[in-house]
């Protein structure tokens, strides 16, 4: 390995983003690897690297959306010609990394529909849903497990997410997840915005106002925006969680951040103080 291909190994790893074995760079394309604590099987990780004009490269992670751009020199220091040929490269490197996850995606849209089918629907008598005394509000279930379809503003199911007994839970490996989301009733002038299915299901069974189940924070902006494309005039409300015990809170911060974004009102839960 080259002492420019060790270099961005090395940028890879300080991300946290380091291959649970050691990874053969296959110049100029696109590399998919498993990330040091991710599941057993699953390829989340990629990286491409150019060994010329410029050494350069990129790297990031499918299931946090992270993604990271590498040089071997530092952008003050370029000549005009070699600033135009990392420009190229970054181009290039971000059109292999559009269509492999494309490709991605596609896969894994072509299993969901597969694993939806085989499916039968969720009963109240699936622990988790018992736990949280809910009920299967357009959720299936396979075997053990509840199986909650995240579709796209069209309807179009992207993924599935699984949810055990004990409240685990997990995505179909490579799928869309961004601006995705679970319906729950119909909008009549206002809807609802949450995380999680519980949460979701909870909110509407109390208020019987149509909600969106947008499976995690990051998620409530792309899912607010396409909405407010969709209705734009329906009231939209996003219910914030409350993550006062980590740093930054990122529940109320991307919630925040999603009201901004579309007009929409926020409704933040209240805890009482013992």
């Not at 050691?22 to 150019?50: P, Y």
């Not at 949280?132 to 909650?148: A, D, F, I, N, S």
């Not at 961004?178 to 609802?192: E, T, V």
């Amino acid at each position: 390995m080259s002492a420019n291909a060790s270099a961005f190994m090395a940028a890879i790893h300080a991300a946290g983003l380091a291959p649970a074995k050691e990874l053969e760079l296959d110049v100029g394309l696109l590399s998919r690897f498993r990330i040091s604590g991710d599941k057993a099987g699953s390829k989340n990780g990629w990286a491409i690297f150019h060994e010329s004009p410029v050494p350069s490269g990129a790297y990031g992670s499918w299931r946090t959306g992270a993604s990271h751009r590498w040089s071997s020199t530092p952008a003050a220091g370029e000549t005009e010609a070699e600033r135009v040929d990392r420009l190229k490269a970054v181009e290039s490197m971000r059109s292999a990394h559009a269509a492999e996850k494309a490709v991605v995606q596609m896969s894994a849209q072509q299993r969901a529909a597969k694993l939806w089918a085989t499916s039968t629907p969720a009963t109240t008598v699936h622990a988790y849903l018992q736990s949280k005394r809910v009920r299967p509000y357009g959720v299936r279930q396979l075997r053990e497990m509840l199986v909650v379809p995240a579709r796209d503003a069209e309807g179009v199911l992207h993924t599935l997410q699984f949810i055990g007994a004990d409240g685990s839970k997990r995505f179909l490996a490579g799928g869309r997840i961004a601006g995705c989301y679970l319906s729950i009733g119909k909008p009549n002038g206002r809807l609802l915005l949450a995380e999680g299915f519980a949460t979701g299901a909870t909110l509407f069974e109390a208020t019987g106002i149509a909600t969106a189940v947008c499976f995690n924070c990051g998620n409530l902006e792309r899912v607010a925006r396409s909405l407010r494309n969709k209705f734009p005039r329906l009231q939209l409300v996003i219910c914030a969680d409350d993550d006062r015990a980590t740093p930054g809170n990122p529940g109320m911060t991307h919630a925040i951040a999603a009201a901004k974004a579309v007009g929409g009102l926020l409704a933040v839960p209240r805890f009482e103080t013992l």
